[in-house]
């Protein structure tokens, strides 16, 4: 399986307590962990999903990290109210 694999590619050292790894595969391991949303605001919902990043909640602490634009996104979150006449944008 998939995992077993990545598991080979790690070599870690029980006395010195670090782990020697790529960067590539440190920052790919940290980024499954986090879910990147992109918002698309369209009515006073978005406010709600600011506020959700905001220090009360801090979305920020549990990896998700909104993007500025959609080909940064793994989510796209649709607040709002989403008319038919709309569907050609």
């Known amino acids: 399986m998939g995992l077993e694999q990545q598991k080979n ?3 870690i050292d ?3 307590g ?3 790894t790529s ?4 920052v790919n391991w940290a980024r499954s962990g986090s879910l990147w949303p992109v918002t698309l605001g369209l009515a006073c919902c978005a406010i709600e999903m600011m506020h959700s990043s905001a220090a009360r909640y ?3 602490r549990f990896g ?3 993007r500025p634009s959609p080909r940064q996104a793994d ?3 649709v607040a709002g109210t989403w008319l038919i006449k709309w569907h050609l944008l």
Do not use: E, P
């Not at 960067?23 to 440190?26: C, E, F, G, T, V």
């Open 18 to 20: 670090f782990v020697i």
């Open 75 to 77: 989510v796209m979150f």
């Open 14 to 16: 029980q006395g010195a």
């Open 64 to 66: 998700v990290f909104y």
């Open 58 to 60: 801090d979305a920020d």
């Open 23 to 26: 960067i590539d595969k440190l």
């Open 9 to 11: 590619d790690l070599i």
